[in-house]
């Protein structure tokens, strides 16, 4: 067996692997509670010859070769569930109420560990150091893991750093990739509009936060639409819009929430710039006050262009070159992967897992599941990728 090509050895791993991402499945644990899970991965890496070190408080960090003089090269899996309930009958669902796999992480860590596994077992043959990094708290909910195990030195002597995800809004067997932005940067808004509430039959004695809060709503749609001209490049979305009690109360106060996604700094100032004179020109010509909070979410992901090529490269040997494309980027979606490509030279990349033509449930849908299938891909590709690369780096 050689290392140059594992095919039969991801081929021979591939039932394990997928019976450990079920067993992932079944246990998902929020961010920074992946304690089941991070003994899980140091076990597998411990049994390997890796001496995995804490990191980020639930993640881990191991080294193929700690004492290598040559470049390092990092592969990212993220570890963490979502806050949702489950909606599936698989053998394997989640045993856990409100918790679920519905973002494929298990997938991934599966995915990582399989890597672990073929690395070891040519570790004499391979020069240069390849790092793993298993990471906690990729969602929003206490987010940021990536954010940690940066401050916590996790890509000290990192060279490069490559990631993916799973995407079933793109087809099966399609990898997607592209130099620059990937996914956006992310803000999170919260309005509060204070008026003067009353009865509901005398609106001329109220200042209606009702009201007002329709018109911002209404009002912040053209942030988009009137402020960045045809090239736009941003979302604005309000997601919760909270008030009142009753059908004969104009209540005091009335409290909106959203998102701002944006990929270059001068659109996101542009986007902010907008937002707050809508709101101060809302808040004059209802006579209430308008509170705005913005809270800053992940940067955004973007990706180096020669690791990109790396990509590219290895995804055309893996999957065929008409398979590997930059359609549909980048996604307005966030990612704190950002964060080790704001660090070390990055690449981050799709694999799609819509089958055929059905309507194959997305990341964070209640009926969503990883696909299996991913998992020989996935392997093949980070593999390919840390030979490609110290292959030219030695
Ligand atoms: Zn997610
Ligand atoms: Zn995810």
């Known amino acids: 067996m050689s ?10 791993l591939t039932d394990r692997l997928r019976e450990i991402r079920h067993d992932l499945h079944r246990h998902p644990e929020l961010g920074f509670e992946e304690v089941r899970t991070q003994a899980l991965v140091r076990a597998w ?20 070769h700690p004492h290598s003089e040559g470049p390092t090269i990092a592969l990212r899996a993220d570890l963490d569930c979502l806050p949702m309930q489950e909606n599936t009958d698989l053998p394997y669902r989640s ?11 298990d997938g ?9 596994d073929i690395l070891a077992r040519h570790r004499e043959s391979v020069r240069g150091n390849i790092r793993l990094l298993f990471q906690p708290a990729e969602e929003g909910v206490r987010g940021g893991g990536a954010k940690v195990m940066v401050e916590e030195g996790a890509l000290a002597g990192v060279r490069e750093i490559y990631g993916l995800h799973n995407w079933p809004a793109f087809p099966k067997g399609e990898l997607r990739v ?25 609106p001329q004695l109220c200042r209606d936060p009702i009201v007002a809060g329709a018109h911002l709503v209404s009002a912040l749609q053209t942030v988009v639409s009137r402020g960045l ?8 979305s309000i997601t919760q819009f909270t008030a009142g009690t009753t059908h004969n109360v104009i209540p005091d106060v009335a409290r909106l929430k959203g998102t701002i996604r944006t990929f270059e ?21 209802f006579a209430v006050d308008i509170d705005l909070q913005i809270e800053i979410g992940y940067p955004v ?11 590219v490269r290895v995804g055309a040997a893996v999957l065929g070159r008409e398979r590997v494309s930059n359609a549909g980027l980048p996604l307005a979606g966030g990612e704190d992967f950002a964060y080790f490509a704001q660090a070390v030279p990055a690449a981050y990349f799709f694999l799609g897992a819509r089958r055929g033509d059905e309507d194959t449930p997305v990341c964070h849908h209640p009926d969503f599941d990883f696909d299996d299938d991913l998992i020989p891909t996935g392997v093949a590709m980070f593999l390919g990728i840390v030979r490609d690369r110290l292959a030219a780096l030695t």
């Open 95 to 105: 045993v856990h109420q409100g918790r679920a796999h519905k973002c494929g992480h």
């Open 178 to 202: 592209q130099v620059g932005p990937m996914l956006a940067q992310v803000h999170m808004l919260s309005i509060t509009i204070r008026g003067k509430g009353g009865h509901g039959s005398q």
């Open 3 to 12: 290392w140059t090509d594992p095919r039969a050895e991801i081929e021979a």
């Open 229 to 236: 001209g045809y090239a736009g490049g941003a979302v604005v």
């Open 45 to 64: 890496l411990e049994e390997r010859g890796y001496q995995p070190r804490n990191c980020a408080e639930t993640g881990l960090v191991a080294d193929l």
């Open 301 to 311: 992901t973007m990706n180096d262009a020669s690791c990109v090529e790396t990509v």
């Open 265 to 285: 700094p001068s659109t996101t100032e542009r986007v902010l710039e907008r937002v707050r004179e809508v709101i101060g020109g809302t808040a004059a010509t």
């Open 108 to 116: 991934h860590t599966a995915i990582l560990l399989g890597v672990a």
